[in-house]
């Protein structure tokens, strides 16, 4: 089993709004990652946690806030974004080897 | 982190061998050749990874030279549904830094 379950799949939201995005994976990965993805450019590392802790935050501005509340769960918490922030974000997994497991990721829409 | 240099772009045609190489002059001796698949709307999803030599699984191979300064992905007797972008990527065993490079937009024709 190589799954990682994203929810929600398409988010609207406005300025004000603050929501939250979820990933959740069953696979038993150290390490969590989350990625920004615009229209046909590559996906932009976010963030990564190892053994549920950030290791990595690529400057991401603070309106992002990444949680992992246990090591199956990853959740991306947003407030006041812009709608510059529209895209796809995806979550990933991957234990030692660095092969990594991608969700089918969260449609995100700023309006 | 090595960079690597893949062609922007490829057409080939339905029950060709497509190969795509990538450059990546400044790999290191811990660095590993990772290669995905991204359909649109879709997360990418893994292919194939290696070392030297060759690697070869039920969906492709990656050949790589004894100076491992380049690798070449082989998709053989590709059809319509090969059609994505395919990613090289060189990431150290232990390091979680997993950055993805402009890719390869593959379409296979009729």
């Known amino acids: 089993d190589t799954e990682v379950t994203q929810t929600p799949k398409h988010l609207v939201m406005g300025m004000t709004n603050k929501k939250s995005l979820k990933c959740e994976q069953h696979?038993?990965?150290?390490?969590m990652y989350w990625y920004k993805q615009k229209a046909k450019k590559p996906p932009e590392l976010m963030f990564v946690?190892?053994?549920?802790?950030?290791?990595i935050n690529e400057s991401v501005p603070s309106r992002f806030s990444p949680e992992c509340p246990n090591s199956s769960l990853l959740n991306l918490h947003l407030h006041a974004l812009q709608p510059e922030d529209s895209a796809l974000y995806l979550c990933?997994?991957?234990?030692?080897?660095?092969?990594?497991?991608f969700g089918e990721g969260s449609w995100l829409t700023v309006v | 982190l090595a960079k690597t240099t893949q062609p922007i772009s490829m057409d080939s045609y339905e029950g060709q061998e497509v190969n795509i190489t990538c450059s990546h002059n400044?790999?290191?001796?811990?660095?590993?050749i990772t290669w995905y698949q991204q359909f649109p709307s879709q997360g990418p999803r893994f292919i194939i990874q290696?070392?030297?030599t060759k690697v070869t699984n039920e969906v492709a191979s990656l050949f790589i030279p004894a100076d491992r300064k380049s690798s070449t992905l082989s998709l053989p007797r590709v059809s319509l549904s090969d059609t994505a972008v395919y990613y090289c990527?060189?990431?150290?065993?232990?390091?979680?830094?997993?950055?993805f490079g402009k890719g390869t937009r593959l379409h296979i024709l009729p």
């Open positions: 990933a997994s991957s234990q030692e080897l660095n092969t990594i497991y």
């Open positions: 696979m038993g990965h150290r390490a």
């Open positions: 946690y190892s053994y549920e802790k950030l290791s």
């Open positions: 400044n790999i290191a001796t811990n660095d590993y």
């Open positions: 290696g070392y030297k």
């Open positions: 990527l060189v990431v150290q065993r232990r390091d979680d830094k997993i950055i």
